[in-house]
C-alpha cells in the first residue's frame, strides 16, 4: 500500500480557485489509479474523480465537470486537483485514495481504493 498525504485545502471565495495536492510515497505509485472523493458535512463520501495509473485516462463525477481537473507526476509521486468556479456546495473534506488494479481502472466505489489520506477541508464562502 501507499501512504497519502493531502495539502491546499483552504477557504476560497464562489467562483475562485483552490488547487489541492497529494503526496504517495511507495516505488510503485504509477501501478495505482488514483481519486478524490469529498464528504460534506451529514452526509456520505462521495466520488469527485479519478485518474489511471499512466495518467492517460479520467473519470469526472457531473457535479464538477468543466470546474476540477485532475492530473498526476509519477515522477513525483504526485497527484493534484485543480479546483475552479468553485461553489458553496463544493465545501466538504477531499480525500486522496489510491486503488491498486488489475484490468479495469476505474471505480466510483469507495471500497475499491485502498489507501486513504487523512484528508484536507475546503470550505467555499457565497
Known amino acids: 500500500q501507499v501512504q497519502l498525504v493531502e495539502s491546499g485545502g483552504g477557504l476560497a471565495q464562489a467562483g475562485g480557485s483552490l488547487r489541492l495536492s497529494c ?3 511507495g516505488r510503485t505509485f504509477g501501478s495505482y489509479a488514483m481519486g478524490w472523493f469529498r464528504r460534506a458535512p451529514g452526509k456520505e463520501r462521495d466520488f469527485v474523480v479519478a485518474i489511471s495509473g499512466s495518467g492517460d485516462s479520467t ?3 457531473d ?6 481537473t485532475i492530473s498526476r507526476d509519477n515522477a ?7 479546483m475552479n468556479s468553485l461553489k ?3 465545501t466538504a473534506v477531499y480525500y486522496c485514495a489510491a486503488r491498486r488494479y ?6 466510483f466505489k469507495d471500497v475499491a481504493y485502498d489507501s486513504w489520506g487523512p484528508g484536507t477541508q475546503v470550505t467555499v464562502s457565497s
Open 23 to 25: 503526496a504517495a510515497s
Open 59 to 61: 473519470y469526472y463525477a
Open 63 to 68: 457535479s464538477v465537470k468543466g470546474r476540477f
Open 76 to 82: 513525483k509521486n504526485m497527484v493534484y486537483l485543480q
Open 88 to 90: 458553496p456546495e463544493d
Open 102 to 107: 488489475a484490468g479495469s481502472w476505474l471505480s
